[in-house]
């Protein structure tokens, strides 16, 4: 971030992120970091000594995604330069600003991520050995719910190890009680977060695409405009991402 990149974003962009839509499905995220408020807490360096460095470095990130049968060129194995040069290739018609800010990306800070997810899971036999995070429920980033649910289910795991620990349940079945649970909200995360990024989906795909394109970005205009739509939404939102 420096006062140059800063200029290219609008005041609203830094209180939150910014996805954009684009044709063919592409799409891309945009956000800041300001370390401003945690630099004038005298409490932060005792509580996180280890991100005290990381207070010097507030910054800009932004990501594009898209189907890989759309893309150009096949971005993995690509190098920063390269890859900033795709990035330029697939935001040719957008704001110059956007595409400003891709070209002043120092290119060694940018990576291509293949886009993977996991198959639901049926319940296993438990034991004193068991999963929890991407290591059971790896989903897309389609709802910016992976961590949320490794967070979840970090908490749900402790509740139950302290029953054990209380006499409450035996070990193992505790362990069930969380598997059980952990399997029945994750599904649901790791499905809805597919829908969101599908390479299938028809959003991907010439003239179907632009019309499905043309209704969602309708859709988000009405429910933007109407406050108990705009709620539903962001109930839904929270559902996936853990809302407890
Ligand atoms: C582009 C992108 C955007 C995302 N956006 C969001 C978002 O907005 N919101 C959200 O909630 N989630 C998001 N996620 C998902 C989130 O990053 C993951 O769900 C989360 O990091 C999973 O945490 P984890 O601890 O289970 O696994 P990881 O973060 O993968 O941690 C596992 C750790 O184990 C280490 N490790 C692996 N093997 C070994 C070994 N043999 N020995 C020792 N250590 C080992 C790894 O190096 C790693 O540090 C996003 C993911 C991607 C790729």
């Given at each position: 971030m420096s006062a140059e990149t800063k200029?290219?974003?609008?005041?609203?962009?830094?209180?939150g992120m910014s996805l954009i839509m684009a044709p063919m499905g592409f799409g891309a995220i945009i956000h800041s970091l300001e370390f401003a408020d945690s630099r004038r807490d005298p409490g932060f360096a005792a509580r996180w000594p280890d991100f005290v460095e990381a207070l010097d470095e507030d910054s800009i990130g932004w990501g594009i995604w898209g189907a890989r049968q759309n893309c150009?060129?096949?971005?993995?194995?690509?190098?920063g330069e390269q890859l900033r040069e795709l990035g330029l290739e697939l935001a040719r018609d957008w704001h110059p600003h956007l595409r400003a800010l891709i070209l002043m990306t120092?290119?060694?800070t940018i990576y291509d991520v293949k886009v993977r997810t996991s198959v639901p899971l049926t319940p296993w036999t438990s034991s004193n050995v068991t999963l929890l995070g991407d290591a059971v429920h790896t989903m897309t980033p389609g709802r910016g719910a992976g961590a949320n649910t490794a967070l979840r289910d970090a908490a749900l795991l402790g509740r139950m190890l302290v029953e054990a620990n209380q006499g409450r349940k035996p070990l193992v079945e505790a362990i069930h009680a969380y598997e059980i649970e952990m399997l029945r909200y994750s599904t649901e995360a790791v499905q809805e977060s597919k829908k969101q990024m599908d390479?299938?989906?028809?959003?991907?795909?010439?003239i179907v695409g632009t019309v499905q394109l043309a209704f969602m970005r309708s859709m988000m205009r009405i429910v933007n405009a109407i406050p108990a739509l705009k709620r539903r939404a962001f109930r839904q939102m929270m559902r996936v991402r853990g809302e407890n």
């Open positions: 200029a290219l974003l609008s005041d609203k962009m830094f209180k150009p060129r096949d971005p993995s194995g690509l190098n120092e290119p060694s390479a299938n989906d028809l959003a991907h795909r010439p």
